[in-house]
């Protein structure tokens, strides 16, 4: 099984073969908007943790902002992953968040390549559910960063099918549940292999 490394590097690589042809037909003008997702690898580390595995299952993207000309776009991300634990009793899923603020960059108005970055606030909750009652537990929340690339594959002249490849970091700190302190230092971070629908 292909691991969320090697995933991305598919991605990338898939981007760089791309015809010219592709990427002249690009147009990027006014409001844009674009939602996906794809398989993500998360790690997490605190004092007192124990082992640094990291764990692996899906991720989700909202982002949507506007045109500052055809090379930059600005925006607001929303980037989630999550999952879930049925091993005892009390059904849980560990979510992690970034909300950020983003730059996009593509290197030439005709390039369907690009990169991006941005910072915000990291967050970490807990849905869970324990003989037919459910709840939600808000853990803690810090800086986060994203950073990433892509390739825009023009499906018409506004809306793209785009893959990317997504790496974002969060440093919480101190996580707690219902006032009682659970860890120190808590931070986290996802690397992402993405595929979405983008309209320009």
Do not use: H
């Not at 764990?55 to 999952?83: A, H, I």
């Not at 810090?142 to 809306?159: E, K, N, Q, T």
């Amino acid at each position: 099984m292909k691991t969320t490394p090697q995933i991305a590097l598919l991605v990338v690589t898939l981007g760089s073969l791309s015809s010219p042809t592709a990427a002249a037909a690009q147009e990027r003008s006014g409001f844009w908007f674009s939602v996906g997702g794809g398989p993500g690898s998360a790690g997490v580390s605190c004092d007192d943790c124990g082992g640094n595995d990291r764990l692996n299952d899906g991720t989700g993207f909202l982002k949507g902002g506007w045109t500052l000309n055809p090379q930059t776009l600005v925006g607001l991300e929303f980037d989630l992953w999550s999952q879930q634990d049925r091993s005892s009793p009390l059904s849980a899923t560990l979510n992690l968040y970034n909300v950020s603020g983003t730059v996009t960059y593509y290197p030439r108005a005709s390039s369907a390549f690009f990169v991006k970055g941005g910072a915000g606030v990291s967050i970490v909750d807990l849905d869970g559910k324990m003989e037919g009652t459910t709840f939600t537990a808000y853990l803690g929340n810090g800086l986060g960063i994203v950073a990433g690339a892509g390739y825009d594959f023009r499906m018409s002249r506004r809306l793209s099918l785009t893959t990317g490849v997504d790496y974002w970091y969060g440093r919480i700190g101190e996580v707690t549940l219902f006032g009682d302190a659970l860890a120190k230092n808590w931070k986290q971070n996802i690397i992402a292999a993405t595929v979405g629908i983008t309209f320009q």
